[in-house]
C-alpha cells in the first residue's frame, strides 16, 4: 500500500525534483528535492519521538516553509496532522490538547511554558517550533531531532485513514474537531487542480494562514499536485502581494484580502498582466467587491464555497460565467442539495432551505462526538452544512448565510443576507450585519449594525427609510447601530455571535 495522499500530491516524483516551489521572502529557492527531502526528515523526526501511525501531531506554530513540510512529514509518517490557529489563547489551546489527545504538541517557543502543564496532564510530548532562522537563533527544539539525511519516508495509509483534524473555527458554537482522510484531501486537491486548470507553469501567490483548509490544504495541496510553484510570503499585506503580482500567476484569498488591494492605488491592470485567476473563499464575498475588482484589473474574482468539514464544495467556473454573489456549481463528484430545514425534504429551484452535500470531500466525522456526527452526517453520506442557501434559475448556488444567523421575528423568518444587500445598496454604506437580538415582543428584532463611509451622516431613518418600500416591515431593521468596523475572525468572516452578545440587551434593558 503506497501513502495516499504523499502520493496524489506527489511528494517523491523524482522528476521535478530540481524545479522549484517555493521561492521565498528571505531569498531562498526552495525546490520539490526540498519538500521530498525535509519532509522526510521531519517524518522520521516525528517516528523517532514516538508519533505511531494514526496518533495526532498538534501544532500551533508561526506559518513558515518548515511549518508546511512538519505538515506534509506528518502525512508521510502516517500521523493526524492537527493544526491550531495561532491566535488561540493557551486556555483554548488546553482544551484542543485534551480533546484530542496527541501523541506530540509542537508550539511557538514562546507558548512552551504556559502549555507545558497540558502536555504532562494529557501525556503529549512538548517541542518547539519557531521560525527557522539561518544565523542559528533559538528557532525551537523540534529542529534538534530533525537529522540531518534521511530515506524517504512514506508510511502505508488507505483513502480511509486519517491526515488531518482540523477544528471548525465555531463562529456559531463550540469548536468541534472535524476528521478528515487522506481521500478527502485528495480528491478536493484533484478536483481543484482540473477545475481551475492548475499546471506546473503556474505561481501562486500564498498570503493566507496555514492552520485553516484555505492556506493548508487548498492553496498547498493544489500546488503540489499540479508541481507548480508557491510565492510564499509569511502574512498578508496588500503592497507585497501587488509587488508580487508581475511574476505571478494565481491568487487565492478571503474577501478581506481584495477589499484591502482595492484600497491601494498600485492596483492596476498592468500590475496584473500575467495573473490569470483570483480566487476567493472562506467568508461572502460582496457583490460590489466582484464588480470593483472587475472596474479596476478587468479579471472576474472566481468564488468559491468550502468549509471545514468538506473542504472545498462549489466553484464559479473557470470558462463560463463567474456570477457576483453566488458560489457557482458543485464540483466533479460533489452532489449539493436545499433542503427543508425541519422535514428534511428536497426544495424547488429557487428556495430557500438546509444545503446538503455528498461526495468524497465529505469528512469522517467529529471526533469523540458520534451523536454529533450522526445529527449532521447520515448513514447514506449527505452532510448537513448548516448553510442556508438556494439554487438560482442557472443552477448557481447562493448562500444566505449560516443557519444560527437565521432571526425569527415575530414568527416570520428573516435571512440576515438579504437584508444585508439592500442596505449595502444604499449610499453612504461600506457594508452591514443584520443580527437578532431578544425582543419582547418579537421574539427577536432585527437590528442592523452600519459601517458608513467616512463623512457619512450616521442616521438610522436614512437607512430604514429607504427600505420601507424595498423590504416587509418584519424584515427592516427596528434598530440602526453605527460602527467604524465590523469583527472579523482571521479568515475574514463577521463574527455574528460576537455582535448578537454585545447588543444582546438592546431592546430588554
Ligand atoms: P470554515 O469551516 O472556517 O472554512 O467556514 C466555513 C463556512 O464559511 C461555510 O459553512 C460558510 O458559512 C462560509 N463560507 C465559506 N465560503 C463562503 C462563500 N464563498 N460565501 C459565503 N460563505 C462562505
Avoid at 491526515?163 to 468541534?176: N, P
Avoid at 494565481?250 to 500575467?274: D, I, W
Avoid at 437607512?463 to 416591515?473: G, H, N, Q, V
Wanted: hydrophobic share 45%; net charge negative.
Amino acid at each position: 500500500m503506497t501513502n495516499h495522499l504523499a502520493a496524489a500530491l506527489g511528494l517523491d516524483d523524482a522528476a521535478r525534483h530540481d524545479r522549484r516551489f517555493a521561492t521565498l521572502e528571505d531569498g531562498r529557492d526552495y525546490t520539490f528535492g526540498a519538500v521530498d527531502d525535509v519532509s522526510s526528515r521531519f517524518a522520521t523526526a516525528l517516528i523517532a519521538l514516538g508519533v505511531k501511525p494514526g496518533d495526532r501531531v498538534a501544532v500551533q506554530v508561526e506559518k513558515s516553509i518548515e511549518a508546511l513540510m512538519l505538515y506534509l512529514g506528518t502525512i508521510r509518517a502516517g500521523a493526524v496532522f492537527l493544526p491550531l490557529n495561532t491566535a488561540y489563547t493557551p486556555t483554548e489551546v488546553a482544551f484542543f490538547v485534551e480533546d484530542a489527545e496527541p501523541a506530540l504538541l509542537v508550539c511557538d517557543p514562546s507558548r512552551a511554558e504556559a502549555l507545558a502543564p497540558v502536555a504532562a496532564k494529557t501525556g503529549a510530548r512538548l517541542e518547539t517550533m519557531g521560525v527557522w532562522a539561518a544565523d542559528g537563533a533559538d528557532h525551537g527544539s523540534l529542529f534538534a531531532h530533525v537529522p540531518q539525511t534521511a530515506a524517504p519516508v512514506t508510511a502505508p495509509r488507505g483513502p480511509d485513514d486519517l491526515a488531518a483534524i482540523l477544528y471548525t473555527s465555531g463562529t456559531t458554537g463550540r469548536s468541534k474537531g472535524a476528521m478528515l482522510s487522506h481521500d478527502n484531501l485528495a480528491s478536493n486537491a484533484r478536483v481543484l487542480v482540473e477545475t481551475w486548470r492548475f499546471t506546473a507553469d503556474d505561481r501562486l501567490i500564498h498570503a493566507l494562514p496555514i492552520y485553516h483548509t484555505h492556506g493548508l490544504f487548498v492553496a498547498s495541496n493544489v500546488t503540489l499536485a499540479a508541481g507548480g510553484e508557491l510565492i510564499w510570503m509569511a502574512k498578508f499585506a496588500p503592497a507585497p502581494v501587488i509587488a508580487a503580482m508581475g511574476g505571478a500567476t494565481a491568487l487565492m484569498g478571503v474577501p478581506t484580502f481584495y477589499t484591502r488591494l482595492l484600497a491601494e492605488e498600485g492596483l492596476t491592470p498592468e500590475v496584473c498582466r500575467s495573473m490569470r485567476l483570483f480566487v476567493a473563499g472562506s467568508a461572502p464575498l460582496l457583490a460590489e467587491t466582484h464588480r470593483q475588482w472587475q472596474a479596476r484589473t478587468g479579471h472576474a474574482i472566481l468564488e468559491r464555497y468550502g468549509m471545514t468539514e468538506a473542504s472545498m464544495i462549489t466553484s464559479n467556473p473557470y470558462g463560463g460565467e463567474r456570477r457576483a454573489g453566488t458560489v457557482g456549481f458543485p464540483l466533479a463528484g460533489v452532489s449539493l442539495k436545499v433542503t427543508d430545514p425541519e422535514s428534511g425534504a428536497d426544495l424547488a429551484q429557487g428556495e430557500i432551505g438546509m444545503i446538503r452535500v455528498k461526495g468524497p470531500n465529505v469528512f469522517r466525522g467529529y471526533w469523540k462526538l458520534p451523536e454529533k456526527t450522526a445529527e449532521e452526517l447520515s448513514t447514506d453520506g449527505w452532510f448537513i452544512t448548516g448553510d442556508l442557501g438556494l439554487i438560482d434559475d442557472r443552477g448557481y448556488v447562493q448562500i444566505v448565510g449560516r443557519g444560527k444567523d437565521l432571526i425569527i421575528s415575530g414568527g416570520f423568518n428573516v435571512y440576515p443576507k438579504e437584508v444585508e444587500s439592500e442596505i449595502d445598496r444604499l449610499p453612504g454604506v461600506v457594508e452591514s450585519a443584520v443580527i437578532g437580538v431578544p425582543h419582547p415582543d418579537f421574539g427577536e428584532g432585527v437590528v442592523a449594525v452600519v459601517v458608513p463611509e467616512d463623512g457619512a451622516a450616521r442616521e438610522a431613518e436614512a437607512i430604514i427609510a429607504p427600505l420601507s418600500d424595498r423590504l416587509a416591515k418584519f424584515k427592516q431593521p427596528k434598530r440602526v447601530i453605527f460602527a467604524d468596523t465590523l469583527p472579523r475572525n482571521t479568515m475574514g468572516k463577521v463574527q455574528k455571535k460576537a455582535l448578537r452578545e454585545t447588543h444582546a440587551a438592546l431592546f430588554t434593558d
